[in-house]
């Protein structure tokens, strides 16, 4: 189901980014609908985890509102400027999604690290053939065994820009005409 007749019609000559050849302008409204909605979770997301204790932590707070003052530009005004804006932006949302992903593995090995010495610190160790591993496996960090930091929830940056950037495909933006 869409929006209301009277909805479609003023958004669709309003803004002539969402006309396109077929169904392209509905498709790219759809796309900027999940970009919107992306922010939306991420943001409720990282505030549910108290996602704020530290610069690293500011990051993800500021790609979101980077990308959704880009996708607003964008759709108030598709020039060649912002869509060049929106496509920069896309790309920073992905490399701040990979940022975000190497920081959790990283908070969680050394989670791994730190209990694994505590454990050695408290308890008698037996002088079996017991191996003694004071680092946790890959395999610890990445599911979570260790550490407290979810590993896919620091991709969450990455679909909505790759969203944000799917939304320019074919356009080129206006073009102010040349001064006489």
């Known amino acids: 189901m869409g929006l209301p007749g ?7 000559h309003s803004r002539p980014m969402f006309r396109g ?49 880009a996708a607003v530009a964008l ?11 929106a496509r920069t932006v896309a790309a920073l949302a992905i490399v701040s999604g990979a940022i975000g992903v190497w920081q959790h593995i990283d908070a969680n090995y050394n ?16 002088h079996g053939s017991e191996a003694e591993s004071s680092e ?17 929830a620091a991709l969450a940056t990455a679909p909505v820009g790759l ?5 320019t495909i074919g356009l080129a933006g206006v073009r102010r005409p040349p001064a006489e």
Do not use: F, K
């Not at 759709?75 to 804006?85: D, F, H, I, K």
């Not at 989670?111 to 037996?126: F, P």
């Not at 969203?163 to 939304?167: D, K």
């Open 6 to 12: 009277c909805c479609t019609e003023m958004l669709y």
């Open 21 to 69: 050849e077929g169904a392209a302008g509905g498709l790219r409204a759809g796309l900027l609908l999940l970009v919107l909605l992306g922010v939306t979770g991420s943001a409720l997301a990282l505030a549910y985890e108290r996602h704020w204790q530290g610069p690293w932590q500011l990051a993800p707070w500021i790609t979101l509102g980077i990308v959704i003052a």
């Open 75 to 85: 759709t108030v005004r598709p020039t060649a400027a912002m869509v060049w804006l």
């Open 111 to 126: 989670a791994g690290t730190v209990a694994e010495q505590d454990s050695h610190d408290h308890h008698s160790h037996s």
């Open 136 to 152: 946790p496996s890959m395999g610890e960090v990445m599911t979570g065994a260790v550490g407290h930091a979810p590993i896919p």
């Open 163 to 167: 969203a944000l950037g799917l939304a």
